[in-house]
């Protein structure tokens, strides 16, 4: 199957079931709430699988277990409506329960420091930069605002590729963590998530007030945290030498290939929403 024809499946599939996700807006959008636990389990199994192959780590169940809590807190936070300052709490309960486990298990302690700080890194990149989005269900027109923002992020992705591929022959290497970037698809990811934002503010001008340039801001300020997102990934797995962080989805590896932006920008959305339009939670 061709990349065209994989992409294609996602634009056509992919996409409206996850907008007919967001439609589903019921208790804090608790089924979106319920996928972001499948994607934090999922990934971080990836993740684990990916450093494994450069670390000693704890063991995949319990790795598994510490990333989830936030999420679970999460789900709690939108059937009961509770404050979202739990999802900290959880994180921090988290970073601590890592700690305990690593004090009470360790037999010999050479590998302590991999233990440890390699669970808390998959805590806070799996498992807590994506509870950025539940945070943003609690927020008025939050299906809007969530459809923005993943609408942002595939179109950078999507601009990007159709751009480096028409016009990134010669402009590739730029970036040493991933050799096929070029200069031409870096600004088609911008082009992306800039048009995409124009976009949403003519459909829905009563939600994006204000001048037309706080949403070309917001959607560079978007496509760039997607683009060094997708660089990040890249990173790691070049740092462990795996080409993809698994075989899940047809053409784009597992499920922490398509997320990696999403896991990054999520939190600065939400950030930039707070202070370009005052939208918290």
């Known amino acids: 199957?061709?990349?065209?024809?994989?992409?294609?499946?996602?634009?056509?599939?992919?996409?409206?079931?996850?907008?007919?996700?967001?439609?589903?807006?019921?208790?804090?959008?608790?089924?979106?709430?319920?996928?972001?636990?499948?994607?934090?389990?999922?990934?971080?199994?990836?993740?684990?699988?990916?450093?494994?192959?450069?670390?000693?780590?704890?063991?995949?169940?319990?790795?598994?277990?510490?990333?989830?809590?936030?999420?679970?807190?999460?789900?709690?936070?939108?059937?009961?409506?509770?404050?979202?300052?739990?999802?900290?709490?959880?994180?921090?309960?988290?970073?601590?329960?890592?700690?305990?486990?690593?004090?009470?298990?360790?037999?010999?302690?050479?590998?302590?420091?991999?233990?440890i700080l390699t669970s808390c890194f998959t805590v806070v990149y799996t498992g807590f930069l994506i509870t950025y989005i539940s945070r943003i269900t609690f927020i008025?027109?939050?299906?809007?605002?969530?459809?923005?923002?993943?609408?942002?992020?595939?179109?950078?992705?999507?601009?990007?590729?159709?751009?480096?591929?028409l016009f990134g022959k010669n402009n590739k290497g730029f970036i040493k963590a991933s050799p096929n970037k070029s200069i031409a698809g870096f600004l088609g990811g911008i082009l992306g998530s800039?048009?995409?934002?124009?976009?949403?503010?003519?459909?829905?001008?009563?939600?994006?007030?204000?001048?037309?340039?706080?949403?070309?801001?917001?959607g560079f300020v978007i496509s760039i945290s997607s683009i060094i997102g997708d660089l990040v990934e890249s990173v790691i797995k070049r740092s462990s030498e795996c080409k993809d962080s698994g075989f899940l989805i047809p053409g784009r590896g597992g499920i922490l290939d398509s997320i990696d932006s999403i896991i990054f920008s999520a939190p600065i959305y939400y950030i930039a929403i707070r202070y370009l339009y005052g939208f918290y939670a």
């Open 1 to 115: 199957m061709s990349t065209l024809v994989q992409r294609l499946l996602i634009f056509f599939v992919g996409i409206p079931l996850v907008i007919g996700l967001l439609c589903l807006n019921q208790l804090n959008h608790i089924a979106l709430h319920f996928l972001i636990l499948t994607i934090v389990s999922l990934s971080t199994n990836e993740l684990h699988n990916i450093l494994s192959k450069s670390f000693n780590l704890h063991p995949k169940p319990f790795v598994i277990f510490v990333a989830i809590i936030p999420a679970i807190i999460g789900i709690l936070c939108a059937i009961f409506n509770l404050d979202l300052y739990f999802i900290y709490i959880a994180f921090i309960l988290s970073i601590l329960f890592i700690l305990g486990f690593e004090v009470l298990t360790a037999k010999k302690f050479e590998d302590s420091n991999a233990h």
């Open 140 to 165: 008025q027109y939050s299906t809007q605002i969530i459809a923005t923002f993943l609408l942002m992020v595939f179109m950078c992705d999507s601009l990007a590729w159709l751009f480096g591929s």
């Open 194 to 218: 800039i048009l995409s934002g124009i976009l949403c503010y003519k459909i829905w001008p009563f939600i994006f007030v204000g001048s037309i340039f706080k949403i070309i801001l917001l």
